[in-house]
């Protein structure tokens, strides 16, 4: 039998891997992993890979998916998802379901956050706070998301603005030198609201996220209420 030595080896298991996809929440929320048609029926698994090595059953699939013992009441299945309900920074790692054809095993990295918040009223224009070290470090890109949609990408010197944001977002022209890659929205509407996250990718990549609430601003026409009207007491009559 040939043995390869050990950094070999663990090259052989890096390409036996390939990454799939992205999933970025914030605690609480719940997250979909997609069901293929080998995980409909049968027999596997969903299974997190922990950074030391050891793999964590979230559950199984024995005809009917059941939840490991460390996900009891938080494993639901739809038509087409199973989905790992209310996540926590725990929860944050890579995942893969053994039930696939045999093959490259297909990692999804999920991402959990803990965002921070920002407030603002209807019509004020918002600053979402995000900070990272460039100097020394070669950006390659950086990217504003919500809802797993661009809303600003700067793949320098091209900056994409998402649909729906056009003309209302945008960072520091020199957010190299400050390392501030803050994103700024004017005129914020009420469905601006949610969670952005923030991915810059260079040497050292960097990810945060910021939940963004919005007031609603109510006209005083609305508010404003008619004078109560003075009536006799019941059974009163005229004098």
Not at 158 to 185: H, K, M, P
Not at 222 to 227: A, M, Q, R, Y
């Amino acid at each position: 039998m040939i043995r390869l030595p050990f950094s070999a080896a663990v090259l052989l298991v890096f390409i036996s891997q390939v990454f799939g996809d992205l999933i970025q929440a914030s605690v609480g929320d719940d997250v979909k992993f997609v069901l293929s048609d080998e995980c409909m029926e049968g027999h596997g698994a969903l299974n997190l890979h922990l950074k030391d090595g050891s793999i964590q059953v979230v559950a199984s699939l024995h005809g009917d998916w059941e939840p490991g013992r460390a996900y009891t009441d938080r494993v639901t299945v739809s038509s087409d998802f199973l989905i790992l309900t209310s996540v926590d920074l725990n929860d944050q790692g890579m995942y893969d379901f053994t039930c696939k054809k045999k093959g490259k095993l297909e990692l999804t990295d999920l991402q959990v956050f803990l965002p921070s918040e920002v407030v603002v009223d209807e019509g004020e224009d918002a600053a979402l706070p995000c900070r990272s070290i460039t100097a020394g470090q070669r950006v390659k890109s950086a990217q504003w998301r919500r809802d797993g949609e661009v809303v600003l990408e700067l793949n320098p010197p091209q900056v994409t603005e998402g649909n729906g944001f056009e003309s209302r977002v945008s960072v520091s022209s020199d957010w190299y030198q400050r390392a501030d890659l803050s994103l700024s929205i004017k005129r914020v509407q009420l469905r601006d609201q949610g969670v952005y996250f923030c991915d810059v990718d260079k040497t050292e990549r960097h990810r945060s996220a910021v939940r963004l609430r919005v007031r609603e601003i109510v006209p005083e026409s609305l508010t404003s209420t008619l004078k109560p009207t003075l009536m006799q007491p019941f059974g009163s009559s005229d004098i």
